[in-house]
């Protein structure tokens, strides 16, 4: 039976959407009641984000180098990913504050946002909605990347809100909804290469969609589309270039293609397929992993394939429905087409990065981009009114299924890391040691006088430690950091940082105090040097 109100029915479903990030950590936090805190977290990725993040609110951009290996930015003084990444937190953090508890408030505020913003303009059912909760609520993720700095969530928001903005568009008609799309799209673009496949697909619905106002509209779109395309790819070109530190490895191989030109072609293409055989069977093998030793990647992988597969079999079906329609003349067939063709687009760029992540990416690294794909291209399948459901149910259920019995024993990747007082008066500790041996040198920034070393790991004794580097979230902001490996004990007359962080006993820590380095501070793990 019908609603009589449906507008109340819309409201309280888009409240529900709102309100699940809420009720996802809720139900995280009733599993493990302790506080979160990134002092216990191992992503030693967010102490980069964070402190960048707090020096981008309170200067600018850091005062002094981050990279890797003494690595640096041509420009300002940025990490190796493109500051457009974190823009939400900087908003957030300039209008109420940045600490290491408000990152956690932002994530869910952005993810609230996001599934306010779906609601309202997907206009889901009520069984929609909650088949949506359901698989919402199965991703267990969602709760990990609130309760952490790492930027999944922006990213997540990102592409719901970009289809969110295609289904208005294709539902509505209203061109500006369209254009938003397009400076979604770009802003992801900059902020991850690979979803520039999002604004290739916004730039055709332009083409075509201006096109029915005939061929000079269509050839001034067509124009339009190009330039739009091609500045962002080339302003990612400048942003990459310009405001990235090199890493420590390659972030992409290219010699799929470089082995074309030197090598010859015959080398090319065995090159070519060597490496998607070679790939797709670790591919595989990971995909194993995830039974038999909890591994997250092989977790990724399988629910990505999963993904893929039943996105092939919801397109085969809406396909021949859309034939029917066409065959039948039937009304609201150009929508049921781009309704049709936005599901199957989503299936190709499922498939350009599945190609990506075997030809160009080290497989482990790789898998974590594959979770937007996940949440945003379930979401985009449950609104499909016929097949939606069952959609959303098979992808909770397998959800369900590696939540209970395949990811208890990985507490790295899963578990969500909680406050310890042992930790919280170490930070305090450190944060008056760097007050006190930290000086921000304001008359030539960016310079390596306001960086120090972080030295990943030394040999204390026999054993192999890795650096305490929670506690350098305790450094002044501005503070660059470099992160370094195998680095500082061979380079040590050379060095150029200001400062280094090690490991306490280790090789390093001995080399400093021979050379006659000031002590800024010292706790049972790690110790802070001066050397000028």
Request: with cysteine; glycine share 8%; charged share 15%.
């Amino acid at each position: 039976m019908k609603s009589k109100n449906p507008k109340t029915v819309n409201r309280i479903c888009i409240l529900v959407l709102g309100l699940l990030p809420v009720i996802s950590i809720l139900l995280r936090t009733i599993i493990s009641p302790a506080a979160p805190s990134l002092l216990t977290s191992e992503w030693n990725d967010e102490l980069f984000y964070f402190k960048q993040v707090q020096a981008i609110i309170d200067y600018g951009y850091p005062l002094g180098y981050y990279g890797f290996n003494e690595s640096h930015a041509l420009a300002f003084s940025f990490a190796a990913w493109s500051p457009v990444l974190v823009w939400p937190w900087v908003l957030l953090g300039s209008l109420f504050g940045w600490s290491l508890n408000l990152v956690f408030v932002y994530n869910l505020i952005i993810y609230m946002i996001a599934m306010v913003i779906f609601g309202v303009l997907t206009k889901p059912s009520p069984k929609q909605t909650a088949v949506i909760s359901i698989w919402f609520l199965s991703f267990f993720l969602n709760a990990r990347y609130i309760f952490s700095g790492m930027p999944e969530v922006i990213c997540f928001a990102h592409l719901i809100v970009y289809f969110a903005l295609i289904t208005g568009f294709i539902r509505l008609g209203k061109k500006g909804l369209l254009y938003a799309a397009i400076v979604i799209s770009m802003l992801m673009t900059f902020m991850r290469p690979y979803l520039i496949l999002f604004l290739i697909f916004a730039l055709i619905m332009n083409i075509v969609f201006s096109a029915k106002k005939g061929k000079k509209a269509k050839w001034i779109s067509v124009f339009i589309s190009g330039v739009i395309f091609l500045v962002t790819g080339f302003i990612y070109y400048l942003l990459n270039h310009y405001l990235s530190a090199e890493y420590l490895m390659p972030f992409f191989f290219t010699d799929f293609i470089t082995t074309f030109f030197t090598d010859g072609f015959a080398a090319g293409v065995h090159n070519f397929f060597g490496t998607l055989y070679y790939k797709g069977m670790g591919y595989i093998e990971f995909m194993r992993d995830a039974f038999y030793v909890d591994r997250a990647a092989g977790i990724f992988f399988c629910l990505f394939i999963l993904l893929m597969a039943v996105q092939a079999v919801q397109a085969i079906f809406e396909g021949r429905e859309v034939k029917k329609k066409a065959k039948e003349k039937a009304i609201g067939i150009t929508q049921t087409k781009w309704y049709f063709f936005s599901r199957l687009y989503m299936l190709f760029a499922c498939f350009a990065l599945l190609m990506a992540i075997l030809l160009m990416y080290k497989l482990t690294e790789g898998s974590k981009h594959l979770l937007t794909f996940i949440m945003a291209g379930t979401l985009l399948m449950i609104l499909d009114e016929k097949r939606g459901l069952i959609c959303g149910i098979i992808m909770s259920l397998a959800l369900i299924y590696f939540g209970v019995f395949h990811c208890r024993g990985n507490f790295y990747d899963f578990g969500i890391p909680t406050r310890d007082s042992v930790q919280d008066a170490r930070y305090d500790y450190w944060e008056k040691a760097f007050a006190e041996g930290i000086e921000i040198d304001m008359s030539d920034v960016p310079s390596y006088k306001n960086a120090i070393i972080w030295e990943f790991g030394d040999k204390v004794g026999d054993e192999d430690v890795v650096t305490d580097y929670q506690m350098l979230y305790a450094l002044p902001s501005g503070t660059g950091i470099s992160c370094c490996m195998e680095y500082t004990a061979d380079n040590l007359d050379s060095v150029q940082c200001r400062y280094i962080s090690a490991p306490a006993g280790g090789r390093i820590d001995k080399l400093c105090r021979e050379a006659g380095f000031k002590e800024i501070g010292r706790d049972d793990r790690l110790v802070a040097y001066a050397r000028y």
